[in-house]
């Protein structure tokens, strides 16, 4: 009786062919590490955090909101309430009635106006020039900017002052508005903005017989929609927002702004007392436009650019 020769599997190993040896379930799933538990505490953690960092700018501006409906009284006695003992709109009737509110924010709305429209325009032309031109100190001026950038703007109040009284533009609209139609923070953004967009966009027009402004003005600008609408609230915000230039360019009641207007309040200009309700009412006022265009544009802020480039 011969043996039969064990049959092996067709790579040749000598290994008898058939099923794997088996494992038990054990063996298969082995000890796990609690992941989920572990990044369930950690979610935790973070979202707990995040809700911290909320409150601490959140709960300032319900408490503002809150404040306006009160009454003087209600509001010394109990100034961080949420919810007003007596509501009442005292302090608005006070603040657009017995008040030069509405010329201040009819001032802060021309202003902001002007100079967001300035600051896109000026902004993308440097930024382009910067980004595409080459010219004889281009590599200067993109350090002075840089430099511009880093000094206080505290600093550069006092020189300010003098050109503005030297130019004959002191105390009017045009000292409000032509030192801010330009700021180097924009036109750095624009600048890397256009440098992320391929020079190949631009070859086509060229080509075709396109002058450089024509080729920003038609091609590249209208790619660069995600820029500008940063450059758009950053500006409107900068310029509503804006206090110390105000200071030094104006001394006219009739050219107050928004800004000097509620500091004015702060400081006892209607009359003796607190009114901390008039105060806030001002500052919640204040803040309805800043927040209107960012929540308008906010989805459309440096995303990335418009078109796109055929190969």
Known sequence: MTATAPVTDLVGTGRPAGPPPSSSAADRKGPR???????????????????????????????????????????????LSLV?????????????????????????????VFVTAGRVFFDSLAGYALARLRFRGRGVVFAALIGVMAVPSVVLLIPKFLVINQLGIYDSYAGMIIPLLVDAA?????????????????????IDGAGTF????????PMA????????????????????????????PELTTLTKGVAGLASGQLSQGSQYPVKLAAAVVMTIPVAVIFFVFQRQIMNSSDGAVKE
Do not use: C
Not at 186 to 206: D, H, L, T, Y
């Open 33 to 79: 590490p609690p992941r989920r538990t572990s990044s369930l505490v950690s979610s935790s953690v973070l979202y707990a955090a995040l809700v911290a960092l909320a409150l601490v700018y959140i709960v300032p501006f319900l408490v503002s909101v809150a404040t306006s409906f009160k009454t003087d009284a209600d509001a010394a006695a109990d100034p």
């Open 84 to 112: 007003p003992a007596t509501w009442t709109t005292a302090a608005f009737q006070t603040l657009f009635v017995n008040s030069d509110f509405p010329t201040w924010a009819t001032n802060s709305a021309i202003v902001a």
């Open 186 to 206: 924009g036109v750095f953004i624009m600048k890397n903005f256009f440098e992320s967009i391929p020079p190949s966009v631009e070859e086509q027009a060229r």
């Open 214 to 221: 024509r080729v920003f003005w038609s091609i590249v600008l």
């Open 225 to 252: 929609r995600p820029a500008l609408v940063t450059i758009v609230i950053l500006s409107f915000q900068g310029s509503w927002n804006e206090l110390s230039h105000f200071i030094i360019s104006t001394q006219s």
